[in-house]
């Protein structure tokens, strides 16, 4: 996408799973059964609107996973239409034991796909929308202190250890486009997409955390979050990668840090949470507790 125009905060999770809701009142009322009564025919909508929203973006985050080279609209549009396919067994079913008013055959299942796969990809489609179309919402517009901006000034003056790495990375990666400069230009090319744009106009050092939330991705940055339509394991990949940062960042299999901006652990049990730059909390697992108490430890070593 090209351009950004704010819009405001919004939730992945409660817009998608709100509007999966709001489909099951309009289809309750417009699709009457004569076999259930109302709040019986509610809650079977209610049913398959949200185990259709659920296939929906566990197919487009398993097609993410691919490195299709594929728009993000034809993305959605392929992981629709395969999410129908599989979910329409399961609508058949639900149709055929509470409903009561049909047979599970195979021409029964074509036409329950052949009826429900146009509206729903429609749909999924348009409900993504506003971010192929390239607006972008804003979650807040943080301010930064001077103290937070001094924090992080003396975290990467005395993380000598990350600094050599960074060096040593940046002087790998001059070394290969000498030796290999068609490679080099072909990975250019093809980091050309929405998230490269946005970090290249961000600043890949200003970047503070990501969060993965469904199958969007939130990017925290000094002054502010926006949400776009992305995976975590490709963003995190491209960050360490190809913009150098420190690797390892990944604190929780939703959030991955900037190692720059971190200024507390606070941990509770065999979990805890990092305050960075811009007064975020960032969550930290089990798994990536001790990963995390080291950096720490890196800090307070003498020079």
Same mark, same amino acid.
């Given at each position: 996408m090209n351009g950004q125009f704010p819009l405001g905060h919004i939730n992945p999770f409660k817009y998608f799973f709100g509007l999966?809701?709001?489909?099951?009142?309009?289809?309750? *009322?417009?699709?009457?059964s004569e076999h259930t009564n109302v709040v019986l025919h509610f809650l079977q909508w209610l049913l398959q609107t949200n185990l259709a929203m659920g296939f929906l973006i566990v197919m487009h985050l398993l097609l993410s996973r691919f490195k299709l080279p594929l728009k993000g609209w034809k993305k959605i549009i392929l992981s629709g239409l395969l999410?129908?396919?599989i979910f329409s067994p399961i609508?058949?079913?639900?149709?055929?034991?509470?409903?009561n008013d049909t047979v599970f055959t195979m021409r029964e299942l074509l036409t329950e796909w052949g009826n429900m796969a146009p509206p729903?990809?429609?749909?999924?489609?348009?409900?993504?929308?506003?971010?192929?179309?390239? *607006?972008?919402?804003?979650?807040a517009n943080k301010k930064v202190t001077q103290q937070d901006i001094q924090a992080t000034e003396v975290l990467i003056d005395s993380d000598d250890l990350v600094?050599?790495?960074?060096?040593?990375?940046k002087t790998e990666q001059q070394q290969t486009k000498k030796i290999n400069p068609e490679?080099?230009?072909?990975?250019?090319?093809k980091l050309e997409d929405e998230f490269t744009q946005l970090v290249d106009k961000i600043g890949a050092e200003n970047i503070v955390f990501l969060k993965s939330e469904l199958h969007y991705l939130t990017i925290g940055s000094l002054n502010e979050e926006q949400l776009i339509l992305y995976t975590l394991k490709n963003a995190v990949a491209i960050l360490e990668e190809h913009y150098g940062l420190a690797q390892l960042g990944q604190v929780h299999r939703s959030y991955w840090v900037n190692r720059n901006h971190i200024k507390s652990l606070q941990q509770s049990g065999r979990e805890g949470s990092i305050a960075?730059?811009?007064d975020y909390q960032v969550m930290v697992s089990r798994t990536h507790l001790k990963k995390v108490k080291s950096w720490f430890e890196e800090q307070l070593k003498p020079c």
């Open positions: 999966a809701c709001l489909f099951a009142v309009l289809f309750t *009322f417009m699709i009457k999410a129908t396919i609508s058949l079913l639900i149709d055929v034991y509470i409903e729903v990809i429609i749909c999924w489609l348009a409900i993504n929308m506003p971010w192929l179309l390239g *607006f972008n919402f804003n979650y600094s050599q790495q960074k060096l040593s990375q490679l080099n230009l072909q990975q250019s090319i960075v730059t811009g």
